[in-house]
Nanobody, 124 residues
């Protein structure tokens, strides 16, 4: 079983930046692809960015790729989401998730383990 704990959310003004962190624990071994997803009120959960176990492969949703960056530090079992030039439309609960795979996984349906989420609110 994998436990994921997100941190770094909060309230920020339009144009500001935030860095979210997701620390993983309890992995019994193997390789895990990780991802960040978000869900705004009244909307479906959507993919923000994903990263392979090694960190060599990444995916960022097209509409966000000039503002958001995903990275990881395997030594710290932590995945990061750097968000820049935030907009009110980015307001959502951001979730970290993991799936056992050494490859990049972009399909939200494949992710097995989820954190509790961290709220990001962007004021106009």
């Amino acid at each position: 079983q994998v436990q994921l704990v997100e941190s770094g959310g909060g309230l920020v003004q339009t144009g500001g930046s935030l860095r979210l962190s997701c620390r993983a624990s309890g992995r019994p071994g193997g390789s895990y692809a990780m991802g960040w997803f978000r869900q705004a009120p009244g909307k479906d959960r959507e993919t923000v960015a994903t990263i392979s176990w090694s960190g060599d492969s990444t995916f960022v949703t097209y509409s966000m790729k000039d503002r958001f960056t995903i990275s990881k530090d395997n030594a710290k079992n932590t995945v990061y989401l750097q968000m820049r030039r935030l907009e009110p439309e980015d307001t959502a609960v951001y979730y970290c998730a993991a799936v056992e795979s050494s490859a990049l996984v972009t399909s939200i349906a494949r992710y097995d383990f989820w954190g509790q989420g961290t709220q990001v609110t962007v004021s106009s």
